[in-house]
């Protein structure tokens, strides 16, 4: 049974910084990419940042040159660095992995950023 953690969740002022990790378990006999998601209050949930299998990365418009993506091959783990934080990312982030033919998705980290 595949199942993604996520972490690194947490309360930080306007300017700081987070890191979110997801660490994924289980067989994978596929493998397409990984992703962080966001939904904040009220509003639909949306792509932030994703990365192929090849490592190729793709960026939200809104978080370019803030947030970075990064892949562990050989952990399963994908990590978000998210810097320069502002109120607006406020949200929580959901992890998910494109793989055995599916999508799977993590259980969600609250991310508060403060102004």
């Known amino acids: 049974q595949v199942q993604l953690v996520e972490s690194g969740g947490g309360l930080v002022q306007a300017g700081g910084s987070l890191r979110l990790s997801c660490a994924v378990s289980g067989r994978l006999f596929s493998f397409n990419g990984m992703g962080w998601y966001r939904q904040a209050p009220g509003k639909q949930r949306e792509l932030v940042a994703d990365?192929?299998?090849?490592?190729?990365?793709n960026y939200a418009d809104s978080v370019k040159g803030r947030f970075t993506i990064s892949r562990d091959n050989a952990k399963n783990t994908v990590w978000l660095q998210m810097n320069s934080l502002k109120p607006e990312d406020t949200a929580v982030y959901y992890c998910?992995?494109?793989?055995?033919?599916?999508?799977?998705w993590g259980q969600g980290t609250q991310v508060t950023v403060s102004a």
């Open positions: 998910k992995l494109d793989a055995n033919w599916r999508d799977y």
């Open positions: 990365i192929s299998s090849g490592g190729t990365t």
